[in-house]
Structure formats: structure tokens, C-alpha cells
């Protein structure tokens, strides 16, 4: 019997769960006691472990082997009796999720900063998933916060590591710790929604694609399951071996963090279809040739044509989408008859909406898009529903977006990120922002009439939970709108997010640069928040 230690500690500072767990500087959880802190915190907030199951994996970053050891031996140590782990500590979040679910766990611990990058200078973080395979709720997060505020001691055993390299059991103490294929259980659920032989057909017909997993979680899932089963051609998936450091990359699936598969997309001789996923699989971004596809289109075009692939042909229960995400699939939920939800940031917010059935289909502008086949976004999921919908209806992406804002109109879109701005500043901005709502409407700006403006305060329809200030809203005459909110995944000062979003349907307007569509939306923002003030930035350091 392994000899569990009562170690006694101090809180830490800083161990504030943020919008997808808590993300850190690597050497900030490295330091001693942090990582075990927080999980032990962690461990309290969900009612203690005793007689309980998890699940643990990660995205492969750095410190990631080592973590996962020390979990293990803490959860040991606090009373686990199966600890179902990915082999080599990998699981794509969407895999964890699924896992959590199919095993009927308690919950699991993700190891990963998601779409941040990885490595000793970079970032590293740890989110729990509660026993639907959703994120932790706000009240779980804020109960791990208070424990972090009195923690005294942990709990571990003293046993040497396990080699999680081989798949099987093993034994730590009463705990029995399963290493499993992180692959093998989610890739049989991808074959439930989808039709496989559809897929196989399209790529044997020659339709060429290019996936880039960004050396992260996703290269062993896109490698089985769209080349060894559905036959895409072997370096259909780029950046495929995952590394501690994304190959020093920025694991994240946007137009600039993904400039080599931009490249290859927008080249004269494009593959017909391009995506990318982040570091832990969750996010994705979807091309056509010399076509991007918005996060925010990419939902409305998933909602409307999701009937073409096996696991939805019932039609969809309705759809819901975070605040900030552009409002073209309310148009699509609108003329299907299906109920549309607007919830905050972060996928902790639909859990509720998909645990009761009221929706099915789930997107947010920061790449994420996903159904009630898990609790998280997917990006691998996204991927192959594209591709579905691609087999059936045998078009170019070009012409499906074509074709979709012909029908609904399109809603311009932009996303303009500051990025490691002073943190103090950007709160009082946010600050002087709020108190100035009342005094908004009504005013002229940039050509454009401000018609309303809140804090976006949201009332779960299911639990009547209550989250305020959730992001500025200035709704315009005409519909055009702006959003600021500051980032919650950040680890060095302040992201200040700025969502800009105006619908057309002249059909000659269609094909703007958005960027020129959203010329005054634009102006307006700055004026309206005094960005230049605030964060002493004349740019955004991206657009998306
Ligand atoms: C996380 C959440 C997403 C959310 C995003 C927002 O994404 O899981 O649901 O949309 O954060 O990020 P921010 O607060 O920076 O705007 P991920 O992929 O980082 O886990």
C-alpha cells in the first residue's frame, strides 16, 4: 500500500479560473505547490473524490507528463477508484468530453491552454469537466476559486510514475488507472453522425483537402479517421505529430495564426477544401479555394444544411449561439421554425440549453462550433460535417456561401483584437463605457444612429441563473452592431475584443471586402470607446 502525505500549504494568488479554466504562464503553475493546490481546490469544490471516476488528458503541451503524474498520484491520494486516462496524457477536449460521457465518469481534468501557445515560456492550464462532459459550471469555478483562498494542505501518494505510454491497467494504491486510445472511442461516434461512405466517396473522387492539425492534440485524429478510414490521400493532414511547443507555432485556427494553410488555400493550384484546428481540438476554421469561411457563417451554413448528414436528418431542436457571434444563423433558425438562443461567451453556457434538449447545434465566433454529440465545441466534428454536407451537395465552398447569403443575406463581420494591453486601463474603459450607456441612444455617429446600448446580462432559461456583465452592446438603427468585451483566456495583461457586425442583402453588396463594409461600424467603435485613449493603440493587432 503506497503511503498517501499530508503536505502542508498556502493559498497561491491568482488561481482565478478564467472563461475555460485557469491559464497560467508554464512557469507560474511549475512553481511548487501551484498545480497541487489547485487541484486539490479542485478536488474539494466537486464534493471530494471518494468512490468516484475521472478522466484525464490533454493537448500534449509541455509540462503536460509531468502534471498528469502529479494529478494521478493526487487523486490516488484523495480516494479515486478509476482514473481513465488517454495514453501519452493525450485528449482532444471533444474526446475527453465524449469519454466522460460514455464511461458515466464524475468529470475530468483537461490539460491545456487550448489555442495559447505551449512550451517552458509559454502557457499551460487545467480545466474540469463536470459529469455531462461540459465545462465546470460558474458555481464550480467560483467554489475551486474560494478553496484556493484556504487551502492547507494536500493529499499524494508517494509512488514512483506510471508509465502511461502502455495501454491497460495499472494500479496506484485503491485507484486503478486505465490508459486508453485517446482516438478509438471518439472516432466510432464520428461514424454515428456521419456518413462515412458519402465521405469516402467524395475524396476517392478526387476532392482534394488539407486539414493542419498545428502540431497539436488533433494529428492522431485527423490522421485515422479522414486518411486511414475515409482514404484522404497520406499528407492530407498537415503539422500532424503533436509537440510541446506546437513546433513553436500558435496553435490557434484563425487566418493569421494558420498563414502556412492560408497560403495553401488562396494558391492557384488550392486543394477544394482546407480547415485547421487549436492545440486541444476544439476550435476550428474551414476554407474553401481562396475562400475563408467567418466562425460566425460557418454556424449559419451548419444550422441550414445539417439535415444532410445521418445524425441530424430529424432536424435540429434549435440553436444557440454566444452574444458576440454574428446573428446569420438566427436567420436560418427563424425560417426553419427552430428556436435561436443568445448566451454568453464561453461553452460552459450551452450545457444547460443541450442537457434539456432545447438546442442541438451550438457555435461562437472564436471558432468553435458543436452539437449535443458532446458537452465542448469540435473542431474535428465541424470538419466532417462540412465535408458531409460537401458529399451531398457536390459544390464548392464559394458557391455554398454564395448561395446562403442569396437566401438569407449576410452578415458582415469582423473581430478586432488588442492584444497584452494594460489591464487597468482596459477595465476602466469597459468601466467608463457602462456608466455612459444611458446617455447613448439616440446619438449620431460615423453616419449612424445608436438606437440602444447595454451590459449584456444573461437569465439561463433553464436554471434562471443570472450572469452580468457580459459585454457591451451598442445596437445601431438598422441593425448594425458593435460588442466590446475583454478576453477571459489571456495570460499577459488585457485583451480588449471589439465585434463588429452589419447586415445586407442587396445582392450586388454581397461580395464586400468585409473590412470595407464595416468602414463606419469601425470608426464608431473607436469613437464610441475611446480605444486609442484607453489602450494608447492606433491598430488592432488582429482582425478575424
Ligand atoms: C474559450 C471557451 C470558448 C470561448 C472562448 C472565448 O475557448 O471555451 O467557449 O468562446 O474561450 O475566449 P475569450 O474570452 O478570449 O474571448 P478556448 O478554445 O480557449 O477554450
Request: no cysteine; glycine share 10%.
Given at each position: 500500500m503506497e503511503n498517501i502525505?499530508?503536505?502542508?500549504?498556502?493559498p497561491i494568488e491568482g488561481q482565478q479560473p478564467g472563461t475555460s479554466g485557469l491559464r497560467k504562464k508554464t512557469a507560474e503553475f511549475m512553481q511548487p505547490h501551484f498545480l497541487n493546490n489547485f487541484t486539490q481546490a479542485t478536488f474539494k469544490a466537486v464534493g471530494g473524490l471518494t468512490g468516484k471516476?475521472?478522466?484525464?488528458?490533454?493537448?500534449?503541451?509541455?509540462?503536460?507528463?509531468?502534471?498528469?503524474?502529479?494529478?494521478l498520484k493526487m487523486a490516488a491520494a484523495n480516494g479515486l477508484s478509476r482514473l481513465i486516462v488517454g495514453q501519452d496524457v493525450l485528449l482532444s477536449t471533444p474526446a475527453a468530453s465524449n469519454l466522460i460521457r460514455q464511461r458515466k465518469a464524475d468529470g475530468g481534468i483537461i490539460l491545456s491552454a487550448s489555442h495559447n501557445p505551449g512550451g517552458p515560456e509559454e502557457d499551460f492550464g487545467m480545466k474540469y469537466n463536470m459529469a455531462n462532459g461540459g465545462p465546470a459550471t460558474?458555481?464550480?469555478?467560483?467554489?475551486?476559486?474560494?478553496?484556493?483562498?484556504?487551502?492547507?494542505?494536500?493529499?499524494?501518494?508517494?509512488?514512483?510514475?506510471?508509465?502511461?505510454?502502455?495501454?491497460?491497467?495499472?494500479?496506484?494504491g485503491q485507484m486503478i488507472a486505465e490508459v486508453v486510445d485517446p482516438v478509438r472511442d471518439y472516432h466510432s461516434l464520428m461514424e454515428t453522425l456521419f456518413d462515412f461512405d458519402a465521405i469516402r466517396d467524395l475524396l476517392a473522387s478526387g476532392f482534394s483537402i488539407t486539414?493542419?492539425?498545428?502540431?497539436?492534440v488533433t494529428g492522431p485524429y485527423a490522421k485515422a479517421i479522414l486518411e486511414k478510414d475515409l482514404g484522404a490521400p497520406t499528407g492530407s493532414v498537415l503539422n500532424a505529430v503533436p509537440l510541446s511547443d506546437f513546433g513553436k507555432g500558435h496553435p490557434d485556427?484563425?487566418?493569421?495564426?494558420?498563414?502556412?494553410?492560408?497560403?495553401?488555400?488562396?494558391?492557384?493550384?488550392?486543394?477544394?477544401?482546407?480547415?485547421?484546428?487549436?492545440?486541444?481540438?476544439?476550435?476550428n476554421m474551414i476554407l474553401g479555394r481562396s475562400t475563408y469561411v467567418t466562425p460566425s457563417d460557418s454556424l449559419a451554413v451548419l444550422v441550414a444544411n445539417a439535415h444532410f448528414a445521418p445524425g441530424y436528418k430529424g432536424g435540429l431542436a434549435g440553436v444557440a449561439r454566444s452574444m458576440p457571434t454574428s446573428r446569420a444563423a438566427d436567420r436560418v433558425a427563424e425560417k426553419l421554425g427552430i428556436d435561436a438562443f443568445e448566451t454568453p461567451t464561453g461553452w460552459k453556457f450551452f450545457g444547460n440549453l443541450l442537457d434539456a434538449g432545447k438546442v442541438t447545434l451550438c457555435g461562437e465566433e472564436s471558432a468553435g462550433t458543436g452539437s449535443d454529440h458532446v458537452r465542448e465545441k469540435d473542431g474535428l466534428w465541424a470538419i466532417l460535417l462540412w465535408l458531409n454536407i460537401l458529399a451531398v451537395r457536390k459544390q464548392p465552398v464559394a458557391q455554398i456561401m454564395e448561395e446562403h447569403w442569396a437566401e438569407y443575406g449576410r452578415?458582415?463581420?469582423?473581430?478586432?483584437?488588442?492584444?497584452?494591453?494594460?489591464?487597468?486601463r482596459a477595465k476602466e474603459m469597459i468601466s467608463a463605457l457602462s456608466g455612459s450607456l444611458d446617455s447613448l441612444p439616440g446619438t449620431k455617429i460615423e453616419g449612424l444612429v445608436i438606437q440602444a446600448a447595454d451590459d449584456f446580462s444573461y437569465s439561463d432559461p433553464v436554471d434562471?441563473?443570472?450572469?452580468?456583465?457580459?459585454?457591451?452592446?451598442?445596437?445601431?438603427?438598422?441593425?448594425?452592431?458593435i460588442v466590446f468585451r475583454l478576453s477571459g483566456t489571456g495570460t499577459v495583461g488585457a485583451t480588449l475584443r471589439v465585434y463588429l457586425e452589419r447586415y445586407e442583402d442587396s445582392p450586388e453588396l454581397l461580395q464586400q471586402d468585409p473590412q470595407v463594409a464595416l468602414a463606419p461600424i469601425i470608426r464608431a467603435a473607436e469613437k464610441i470607446a475611446q480605444i486609442q485613449k484607453y489602450t494608447g493603440r492606433d491598430a488592432p493587432d488582429v482582425k478575424t
Open positions: 502525505m499530508v503536505v502542508p500549504t498556502t471516476i475521472l478522466v484525464l488528458g490533454g493537448d500534449g503541451r509541455y509540462f503536460n507528463d509531468k502534471a498528469a503524474q502529479i494529478i460558474e458555481s464550480v469555478t467560483d467554489r475551486i476559486l474560494e478553496e484556493t483562498r484556504t487551502i492547507n494542505f494536500y493529499q499524494i501518494v508517494e509512488a514512483p510514475d506510471l508509465d502511461l505510454s502502455k495501454l491497460g491497467i495499472q494500479q496506484l486539414v493542419d492539425a498545428m502540431h497539436a485556427p484563425n487566418p493569421v495564426w494558420a498563414k502556412e494553410l492560408m497560403g495553401i488555400m488562396f494558391a492557384d493550384d488550392a486543394p477544394d477544401f482546407g480547415a485547421a484546428m487549436d492545440g486541444d481540438g476544439d476550435r452578415n458582415f463581420y469582423s473581430r478586432h483584437d488588442y492584444e497584452g494591453v494594460d489591464a487597468a434562471q441563473s443570472v450572469s452580468p456583465n457580459q459585454g457591451v452592446r451598442i445596437m445601431f438603427e438598422g441593425g448594425a452592431r
